[in-house]
């Protein structure tokens, strides 16, 4: 008999996950939940051409400022994945508990991951799981990172290194927009939480500019942004030497936005010297979501994770490298696919009881080798290549 999932939010990550899982996660139906039941509606049709009809999509309206419409839309299902932005996720996963459905999300704000992680004897009563932050950046690169961490007999570096760009640089940023203006903003706000010298640190975002050659790609430049690492300086505290992670962009793209910072352009609201109040962020999201949009130019998603330390008291060094392209078959966009194919596989975790009740780090969870195990059958294709020292 096949599981029954609630999607939550029918956006560009939540129709890849449904589809995912539809094809992937022994589903026999997949709840489509959408604010908007046009969306929803649209969604099934898309994905009944895609999948066909073994598998039943069923859209319905959620509203998740309304408790009650939210149990309508995940009572009865194994598990609830969250696509809707990240603020409302708490909220979801309380209702998820309650209900007796596991719970995940995509993730990107570590704050309300721990949030969700608070949750976690309630959570353990009720039989459910919940696990944060599942999608790619945080989500599959600290899943290779916990693979490393169970295969290397001394793990003490880990370096992640991560970025969805159009294949070849397009408009004054050399980048286009692949999710939410929000989300974007979010990254590149606040800090990223590392460990250095064996204990957690903060470090501001666009602080630390560095180069990652990338076959294919040439140079690229990566920068410190925030989310990234989720939990993982935490859980690995006494275990590592340092932890990090960065954002990979085309060269001249962190210029641009530093100064954009120092501008004040992500500033929710400002006050002129005249006292007149304006929202420049408001103008920067409509200017990107209006300038940096090129459908025409496809995208890929890149990803390295490089640990070093000791195996069978020698040196090594273990890279990870996963690229992800467009999928001109289902049309679904290289980030899309990136980031909801690693949480449909979660979801299919929990669905098959692999993933303890409670509320837990997804590091610490999911059975990191299995799961690396069964990423190609997600279309996740890693490349590891080890060398001594």
């Not at 203006?181 to 606040?190: I, P, Q, R, T």
């Not at 859980?235 to 932890?243: A, N, V």
């Amino acid at each position: 008999m096949g599981h029954r999932y609630t999607v939550l939010g029918c956006g560009r990550q939540g129709v890849a996950l449904a589809y995912d899982l539809a094809k992937n996660g022994d589903a026999d139906s997949v709840v489509l939940a959408d604010s908007n039941e046009i969306a929803a509606k649209g969604a099934a049709r898309r994905l009944t051409e895609l999948v066909g009809t073994g598998v039943g999509f069923e859209p319905v309206a959620c509203d998740v400022r309304e408790p009650d419409s939210i149990v309508r839309a995940i009572e009865g299902s194994a598990v609830v994945a969250s696509c809707v932005p990240y603020r409302h996720n708490p909220l979801v996963a309380r209702h998820a508990v309650a209900t007796g459905v596991s719970f995940l999300d995509q993730g990107g704000n570590t704050s309300v991951g721990r949030e969700e992680l608070a949750m976690h004897e309630q959570a353990a009563e009720q039989g459910v799981s919940i696990v944060p932050d599942c999608g790619l950046a945080p989500g599959l690169a600290n899943h290779l990172a916990a693979h490393g961490m169970a295969t290397i007999d001394e793990p003490e570096h880990v370096h992640v290194r991560c970025g969805g760009l159009p294949q070849t640089p397009v408009g004054p940023l050399g980048y286009k927009m692949l999710f939410h203006f929000e989300g974007l903003a979010n990254e590149y706000s606040g800090y990223g939480e590392y460990l250095r010298d064996g204990q957690p640190v903060r470090v501001p975002t666009l602080s630390e500019l560095e180069t990652e050659e990338f076959d294919g790609y040439g140079t690229l430049e990566a920068d410190v942004t925030s989310g990234g690492t989720s939990t993982c300086a935490e859980t690995w505290r006494g275990r590592l030497q340092s932890y990090d992670y960065k954002t990979l962009r085309y060269p001249g793209h962190w210029n641009v936005i530093r100064a954009l910072f120092a501008l004040d352009a992500f500033e929710p609201e400002i006050q002129t010297r005249t006292g007149e109040t304006l929202h420049p962020r408001a103008m920067t999201r409509a200017l990107f979501e209006r300038k940096l949009d090129f459908p025409e130019v496809p995208d890929v998603v890149l990803l390295r994770v490089r640990m070093t330390g000791r195996h069978a008291g020698q040196p090594i060094t273990r890279v990870y490298d996963v690229t992800r392209e467009f999928d001109e078959a289902t049309g679904f966009t290289a980030m899309e696919s990136g980031t909801a194919s690693p949480a449909a596989l979660v979801a299919h975790f929990q669905a098959r009881g692999l993933v303890e009740p409670g509320a837990r780090p997804l590091e610490v969870c999911v059975p990191p080798v299995q799961f690396f195990e069964e990423l190609p059958a997600h279309g996740i294709q890693v490349r590891v290549t080890e060398t001594p020292g």
